[in-house]
């Protein structure tokens, strides 16, 4: 490990955690052996307004945005009013990485400092996101994406509304599309639940290989989370690992 790496880790409170020990990695348990749960419709959908009228035009934004490519994709989501959220927020955070990443990491929604600065994962929750990814080798940007389940601040970092939702998830949807990321690294109860239609807890998510839109999806703990629960850190680097032996199976 390079001393660099070394004294982030140290940093940020991790070492020995975040370490990747030899045969680790490569001991967990593969996509296909590993139980599948049947991506779900978009969560926050039933909560959409039932008349007909409304409920055509969702469905032809959904597919206006299902056929963007990423200049198109990007201009709508920086000009989307869709919700109110866009009242509040200083602007909006599409995404940020290797458009053919092979990794996608999602998490909930800009904070404070993403919010003021445009990119995902930029404050206190980024600097450790940073050094987990460190710690199974990745790099923000290189073979990475990184996004979020909404694309504007709500304010005060309240959770985000089931309505907010449904109106943010087919830019995500076609995020994914794009990309096309061999698996993606769902951060958080509030990304996991959205993504996989379900209510369930973290703890009872980690550990399988779920699907969105047929990529493989791991769930694991949101690092804002594991700022505050140290005890969890453990959990999340099993994750990580097994995210990394996922990936290693799937080729
Ligand atoms: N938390 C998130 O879920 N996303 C960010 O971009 C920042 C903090």
Same mark, same amino acid.
């Given at each position: 490990?390079?001393?660099?790496?070394?004294?982030?880790?140290?940093?940020?409170?991790?070492?020995?955690?975040?370490?990747?020990?030899?045969?680790?990695?490569?001991?967990?348990?593969?996509?296909?052996?590993?139980?599948?749960?049947?991506?779900?419709?978009?969560?926050?959908?039933?909560?959409?307004?039932?008349?007909?009228?409304?409920?055509?035009?969702?469905?032809?934004?959904?597919?206006?945005?299902?056929?963007?490519?990423?200049?198109?994709?990007?201009?709508?989501?920086?000009?989307?009013?869709?919700?109110?959220?866009?009242?509040?927020?200083?602007?909006?955070?599409?995404?940020?990485?290797?458009?053919?990443?092979?990794?996608?990491?999602?998490?909930?929604? /800009?904070? $404070?400092? #993403?919010? +003021?600065?445009?990119? &995902? !994962?930029?404050?206190?929750?980024?600097? @450790?996101?940073?050094?987990? *990814?460190?710690?199974?080798?990745?790099?923000?940007?290189?073979?990475?994406?990184?996004?979020?389940?909404?694309?504007?601040?709500?304010?005060?970092?309240?959770? /985000?509304? $089931?309505? #907010?939702? +449904?109106?943010?998830? &087919? !830019?995500?949807?076609?995020?994914?599309? @794009?990309?096309?990321?061999? *698996?993606?690294?769902?951060?958080?109860?509030?990304?996991?639940?959205?993504?996989?239609?379900?209510?369930?807890?973290?703890?009872?998510?980690?550990?399988?290989?779920?699907?969105?839109?047929?990529?493989?999806?791991?769930?694991?703990?949101?690092?804002?989370?594991?700022?505050?629960?140290?005890?969890?850190?453990?959990?999340?680097?099993?994750?990580?690992?097994?995210?990394?032996?996922?990936?290693?199976?799937?080729?």
């Amino acid at each position: 490990m390079s001393s660099r790496r070394e004294l982030l880790l140290e940093e940020m409170g991790l070492t020995p955690l975040w370490r990747l020990r030899k045969g680790q990695a490569d001991s967990g348990v593969s996509a296909a052996e590993a139980q599948e749960v049947p991506a779900a419709a978009r969560r926050g959908t039933a909560a959409a307004p039932a008349s007909p009228p409304i409920a055509i035009d969702a469905d032809e934004r959904s597919a206006n945005i299902a056929r963007m490519e990423w200049p198109e994709l990007r201009a709508s989501v920086a000009a989307c009013t869709a919700c109110g959220l866009r009242k509040t927020c200083t602007q909006t955070v599409f995404g940020v990485g290797d458009e053919q990443a092979d990794w996608l990491l999602v998490g909930e929604a /800009p904070g $404070a400092e #993403e919010d +003021a600065r445009g990119q &995902p !994962f930029v404050g206190q929750a980024g600097k @450790l996101l940073d050094a987990m *990814l460190e710690g199974i080798e990745l790099k923000r940007g290189e073979d990475v994406y990184i996004a979020n389940v909404l694309k504007c601040r709500p304010p005060g970092n309240r959770n /985000p509304e $089931a309505p #907010e939702v +449904a109106q943010c998830a &087919p !830019f995500l949807r076609r995020q994914v599309e @794009l990309i096309q990321p061999r *698996l993606i690294l769902a951060m958080g109860r509030f990304a996991c639940q959205t993504l996989l239609d379900t209510d369930s807890s973290i703890a009872t998510l980690r550990g399988r290989v779920h699907r969105y839109q047929g990529v493989p999806l791991i769930v694991t703990y949101h690092p804002a989370y594991l700022l505050r629960t140290l005890q969890d850190k453990a959990k999340a680097w099993e994750d990580l690992c097994f995210a990394r032996s996922t990936m290693k199976g799937s080729h």
